[in-house]
């Protein structure tokens, strides 16, 4: 019997286990390897260099490690590298393998359209006119939101709104009064340019963010709806492994690599799971 091949999951902290928890409650059979750049974290306020650097990197370690496919789920790795990573070195050096990002299924999702083609979704069942993108000052200032969405359905709105140093505080578990200040202020903001007409939708593009998702939820007016990025991806990635089933993998296990203190790294990746969580050093 062949080993198992897992699927690779990035991110640049522990925001990605939202994700990850989201997939291994869809995909329970598949062999999951998580990758925290800890040592390095939060990447929303590094330049897009290192960014790309140390993007390209751990997908380098997740394919040494067995992955054929690897999922970033950073919504910063994905705005800033993944075009580069595509059409650059992933088609040089590793033409059989597969990046995916967490960002080409936001943007399906509020489009309505394919990523690739621009085609209807049969599955897509609604599209807001007006949308609010809270992110990481790089995802914000790389455009990837509004441009991609206005590709696919110019008539919905994109408004984005960064959120300096959020990310850093969730990843730090930073007591939830100091966290619902920083999410409040960041919507107060964004609401302030639109007094009367806030936005029909809200995105968290960021995959700390849905921890604070009750606060955000909170300070945004009422019957805003707040769009699952979890759920999203797990189900562009479900999909996407019934059209393409030679990366599927089998086993139904997860193992947890990181950059940085791995004891440290696991007594904090355990409010993100739900559950406890034994991160090792990477190899």
Request: a positive charge; charged letters at 20%.
């Amino acid at each position: 019997m062949s080993a198992p091949t897992p699927i690779g999951v990035f991110d640049s902290g522990h925001g990605g286990l939202t994700i990850l928890a989201a997939l291994q409650q869809r995909l329970p059979d598949e062999h999951f390897l998580y990758l925290g750049d800890h040592a390095a974290a939060p990447y929303g306020e590094r330049t897009p260099e290192e960014i790309y650097a140390r993007t390209q990197a751990a997908v380098e370690l997740l394919f040494a490690l067995g992955c054929r496919l690897v999922v970033l789920a950073c919504n910063t790795a994905a705005a800033v590298a993944m075009r580069r990573l595509q059409q650059g070195w992933l088609a040089r050096t590793h033409p059989k393998r597969r990046v995916l990002g967490v960002l080409a299924p936001m943007v399906e999702a509020l489009s309505g359209r394919a990523w690739t083609g621009g085609q209807p979704l049969p599955w897509h069942r609604q599209t807001a006119r007006s949308v609010a993108v809270f992110a990481t000052r790089r995802t914000v200032e790389s455009g990837a939101y509004p441009r991609e969405v206005a590709a696919r359905a110019p008539s919905v709105l994109v408004d984005q709104e960064p959120c300096p140093g959020l990310a850093g505080a969730i990843e730090r578990d930073l007591a939830e009064e100091a966290l619902a200040d920083m999410v409040r202020d960041a919507v107060e903001r964004l609401l302030a340019r639109h007094p009367s007409e806030p936005p029909e939708a809200a995105v968290l593009g960021c995959t700390h963010y849905p921890l604070v998702a009750a606060h955000f939820a909170a300070s945004l007016p009422t019957g805003v709806r707040l769009l699952s990025q979890p759920d999203v991806v797990a189900d562009s990635l479900e999909r996407y492994l019934a059209r393409h089933p030679r990366f599927r993998g089998g086993l139904g296990e997860t193992r947890f690599f990181s950059t940085g203190d791995s004891a440290r790294v696991s007594r904090l990746a355990g409010r993100f799971l739900g559950r406890p969580v034994r991160f090792s050093e990477v190899p």
